[in-house]
């Protein structure tokens, strides 16, 4: 056998060299894969490294990351995999599984206020015996009176200020009374006493005179009583309203009234009245007819009801010129607006009168105004 020559181990034969050729060619089409779709991204990069200051994108609805606008197919940093920042928060942007969240069940309802309890509303009990919340007007004058202040004695209410009494006693009288000892009546401690001079009819709307009126004013002028009167309205337009304050005027010729004269319409008991069809501005249209008739002639007038009268039937913000006479027995007033008289008590008695009678008081000496 012949042995290899000591320089034939240095030779490199001509396959080795093409397969190290092949080798390089592929490394190097993997290097240029790799790195040249990223120059670009990599300068950018540098470029941002070297600016002392990061400048948004004029475009504020642009994604951003890693303050390097992102384009398809490059990825700079871990965080750039988590692709929901590149989207702008949107509160009714459904979540990534389409899911949407319903937060009803924890937040928190807006709580209604109690009228009972809220100081902006008064109960109003109304015919047919329901309770309704009216919100009290800030534009018509409220009443301060201090009902601590009231006392009662023997049926007799007095309000008192600074431990003065500055209240008057009062009856309301009319036919059903009957025949009146006033002179008792005055010993009895009555201030003034409310006559009622007439009413018109609530079905045939004709005006009557009341049988009494005539002897009443002047048995109760004489005993040293104040007195003033009241007129029971069926009105239904203001034409009889002022016909029914004529009627008025003209039956007080000759005497003399300290009190006011008070119109007194309202609604019959188990019947239907003449005044069912008026709405309330008609109601109010007339009442302001009859007292601004007799505010004409130099008298004081003045609105007699119950709360829901003055609250519900008329509109007193446009007869805020006259006084109030609140009808509201038995209990304490929750009117809210002023008044000047209350009706405290139905079929109470006075010595001098045989039969019942309405206890009044006035917050308001009448003869002095």
């Known amino acids: 056998m012949k042995l290899k020559e000591s320089g034939d181990n240095n030779r490199i034969s001509p396959q080795y060299i093409a397969g190290v050729l092949g080798v390089g060619a592929v490394l190097l089409i993997i290097l240029l894969i790799v790195i040249i779709p990223n120059i670009d991204s990599l300068s950018a990069k540098k470029d941002s490294n070297n600016t002392e200051e990061t400048t948004l994108p004029e475009d504020a ?7 390097t606008q992102v384009g398809e197919g490059q990825i700079t940093s871990p965080a750039d995999l988590d692709f929901w920042d590149l989207y702008p928060e949107d509160a009714n942007q459904n979540t990534p599984d389409d899911t949407i969240i319903d937060e009803s069940e924890n937040s928190i309802p807006e709580t209604e206020e109690d009228p009972a309890t809220d100081g ?7 015919r047919d015996g329901t309770v309704e919340w009216v919100v009290i007007s800030q534009y018509l004058p409220k009443n301060d009176y201090n009902y601590t202040n009231l006392v009662s004695k023997n049926d007799e209410m007095q309000y008192y200020i600074d431990g003065k009494q500055t209240s008057y006693f009062g009856i309301d009288v009319s036919k059903y009374q009957d025949y009146i000892d006033f002179v008792k009546v005055k010993k009895a401690g009555v201030d003034f006493v409310m006559i009622r001079v007439g009413s018109r ?3 045939t709307g004709q005006i009557m005179m009341d049988d009494y009126f005539y ?3 002047k048995r109760a002028t004489d005993a040293g009583l104040r007195v003033g009167v009241y007129f029971s309205s069926q009105a239904v337009t203001k034409a009889e309203a002022i016909e029914e304050a004529n009627t008025v005027i003209v039956a007080l010729e000759g005497y003399s009234i300290d009190y006011p004269i008070v119109f007194d319409m309202g609604f019959v ?3 239907n009245a003449r005044i069912e069809a008026l709405s309330r501005e008609g109601k109010t249209d007339i009442t302001k007819a009859f007292l601004d008739t007799v505010k004409s002639y130099g008298y004081t007038g003045m609105i007699y009801g119950d709360k829901e009268w003055l609250i519900k039937e008329i509109d007193m913000s446009k007869l805020t010129d006259y006084d109030v006479w609140l009808e509201q027995p038995q209990d304490l007033p929750d009117y809210p607006y002023k008044f000047s ?3 405290y008590k139905i ?3 006075v010595d001098g009168i045989s039969g019942y009678v309405n206890l009044n008081i006035s917050f308001v000496d009448y003869s002095e105004k």
């Open 269 to 271: 008991d188990n019947d």
């Open 120 to 126: 902006k509303h008064t109960a109003v009990t109304l």
């Open 61 to 67: 609805s642009s994604p951003v990351v890693n303050d």
């Open 347 to 349: 079929n109470g008695s």
């Open 341 to 343: 008289m209350w009706q």
């Open 201 to 203: 009819g609530y079905g």
């Open 215 to 217: 002897d009443n004013i």
